[in-house]
């Protein structure tokens, strides 16, 4: 069903959107439905007791014994204290990562050809390395997964496929595609192609892609880039039988988030009803690999009450900001009691589901479907209108976050306000002279001074504590700011990006240079790793390097490690960037 406001902030429009359920509805919606992994009382004892310092480490370990056999032993349990939950854990779990077999990548080559195109060598090395890295960060999963599906929380698929690193053992869906971006370049086509299929085998069982392959995933997805990822491999091998084996699932995930996370805003002038598309997750129980974090944040909350703000913090992990003030009530700090995700139309979002439409269009080119060229043409044609109508801010001059309660956009810098950029989601001069869009949205960057941070361009100015919030820099956001700059016709735009693309090259490589890890997201300062959130920053890491390899790729020919002689040599070891004049003077007094 579909509620009405009228919104009087908003040149006196209509906004409708999705109301699934009540809250009395929502709290009988578990996350997933495995007896153990998902719900009940051995979940609630074991991270209730603290166990671990991680919660996501019980949600992935393995039974000893089917779910029937462990329930009926915890049924006997007297008492649920830390000493009895760590002697019932031991002796009914194991694990985590005991899903995977030993496997190497057949595709694997030690020297792919982009590597050619880096000129630094301390930069090539580097790339040498990460490219190695795709062993390390490689899993197949075992039979038993698929035979003894009951005694793990791993998804199986039939695929080899890589994960981000650390706490993150399974694959994660939004992260896939800078980790897939990257394998491009180490021509490693047949893993990105059971990748690919992997993520169909999701489709098949659930109707769309998972946030990750785990069951308690099964209730929430990720930004969509799963047709965008398919385009990065069909641009890079032109595999036509592929792309048509693909295009049916990639029209059941697009219908996904048509048909499940719809907003529909009329406007009372036109009477035109534009369609945009939001992260809405229907679940009222605290998510299993964070159930007692969940449950200290709804502490004082009814039950009905608590059900809405799981669904909010669901709706929040489904965008990939988890978590930001993006997602949270006004104030100095706002709580994770605050959250709020169902009622804000993201940017970014939007600008993917763009970026998927257009590629489906280029699909059906080549594959000759006329019909369905101009269908999405129509699709892609309304969403620039509805994005620009809804999201474009004329007065700050870039797209902003829609808020659907207070009825205004919301008038605070976040890196996804540019997406639209990257996803050339605006009407484009045919002749190539720069609209007013790139115009202004560039001019809005610079006036924030977001550019010149030596660390990167930071997720948001709000200091929160939450993990996509100041001062946290983002690989991929890193990466689509860069695109969607490079996008821009005009030398003051391509140097920006250049710009851009070398400094963050050089403060990750300083940061390897250092400790041999690539971390999944770097403070804005110094390029130091990043901090906040749930959990401990995290090393690995798979799009982080898919990243560098897709800006070395880009720009090797030109960057230059300021920290090391031509001949990769010399490390400059200091603690912050030395002004370029300065490394000379340090670097001839060394000599």
Not at 136 to 156: H, P
Not at 252 to 265: G, K, N, S, T
Request: hydrophobic share 40%; charged share 25%; net charge negative.
């Amino acid at each position: 069903m579909f509620t009405t406001k009228t919104l009087s902030a908003f040149s006196s429009v209509l906004v409708l959107w999705a109301n699934c359920c009540s809250s009395q509805e929502l709290k009988d919606i578990p996350p997933c439905n495995h007896p153990i992994f998902c719900d009940g009382p051995v979940l609630e004892a074991v991270q209730m007791a603290e166990l671990f310092s991680d919660s996501k480490t019980f949600v992935d370990m393995t039974l000893k014994e089917n779910s029937d056999v462990v329930l009926a032993a915890f049924d006997e349990l007297e008492d649920t204290d830390i000493s009895t939950m760590e002697t019932f854990v031991a002796e009914y779990f194991e694990g985590p990562n005991l899903e995977f077999d030993d496997f190497e990548p057949p595709d694997w080559k030690a020297s792919p050809l982009f590597l050619e195109k880096i000129n630094d060598p301390s930069y090539r090395k580097w790339a040498e390395e990460l490219h190695s890295l795709w062993f390390t960060l490689g899993r197949k999963i075992k039979r038993d997964v698929e035979n003894s599906g009951d005694l793990y929380s791993m998804i199986y698929v039939d695929d080899y496929f890589v994960v981000p690193g650390g706490r993150f053992r399974e694959f994660f869906y939004w992260d896939t595609y800078w980790i897939i971006k990257g394998l491009l370049l180490s021509e490693m086509y047949d893993t990105v192609r059971g990748m690919l299929r992997n993520w169909g085998t999701l489709i098949d069982s659930y109707g769309k892609i998972l946030n990750g392959n785990r069951v308690y995933f099964e209730n929430r997805s990720q930004p969509p880039y799963f047709i965008p990822s398919v385009l990065e491999f069909y641009k890079a091998t032109e595999d036509r039988a592929f792309l048509a084996e693909m295009l049916p699932l990639m029209e059941r995930e697009y219908a996904f988030w048509m048909d499940e996370r719809p907003v529909f805003i009329q406007g009372n002038e036109t009477q035109k009803v534009h369609t945009l598309n939001q992260f809405n997750v229907r679940m009222g129980m605290p998510r299993p690999e964070s159930y007692r974090e969940d449950k200290e944040t709804t502490g004082t909350l009814s039950e009905d009450e608590a059900a809405v703000l799981y669904a909010e913090i669901a709706s929040a992990c489904e965008s990939g900001w988890d978590f930001s003030s993006r997602w949270l009530g006004p104030g100095d700090g706002p709580s994770l009691s605050t959250m709020r995700t169902s009622k804000i139309i993201p940017v970014d979002l939007n600008s993917v589901l763009c970026a998927a439409e257009r590629a489906m269009i280029q699909f059906y080119g080549v594959m000759g479907n006329t019909d369905k060229v101009i269908a999405y043409s129509l699709a892609l044609e309304a969403r620039i209108e509805a994005v620009n109508a809804v999201l474009w801010d004329k007065d700050r001059g870039v797209w902003l976050d829609f808020d659907l309660e207070t009825l205004t956009r919301r008038d605070v810098f976040a890196a996804s306000n540019i997406s639209p950029l990257w996803a050339r989601c605006f009407v484009e001069d045919i002749d190539g002279v720069i609209t007013e869009y790139e115009r202004r949205s560039l001019a809005y960057l610079q006036g924030l001074g977001v550019l010149e941070y030596a660390g990167g361009v930071p997720s948001t100015l709000v200091e929160s504590g939450q993990q996509w919030d100041f001062p946290n820099v983002w690989p991929p956001l890193m990466e689509m700011t860069i695109q969607a700059i490079d996008g821009i016709n005009s030398d003051e735009a391509r140097k920006t990006a250049l710009d851009l693309a070398a400094n963050w090259t050089r403060t990750n490589w300083k940061k390897y240079d250092e400790s041999g890890v690539m971390y999944e997201k770097y403070n804005c300062f110094d390029g130091t790793p990043g901090s906040g959130g749930e959990y401990e920053v995290q090393d690995g890491f798979g799009w982080t390097n898919g990243v560098i390899l897709t800006l070395l790729d880009k720009y090797g020919e030109v960057l230059d490690n300021p920290y090391t002689m031509n001949d990769g040599s010399l490390s400059v070891t200091t603690g912050t960037t030395l002004p370029i004049g300065l490394f000379f003077i340090s670097t001839l007094l060394s000599l």
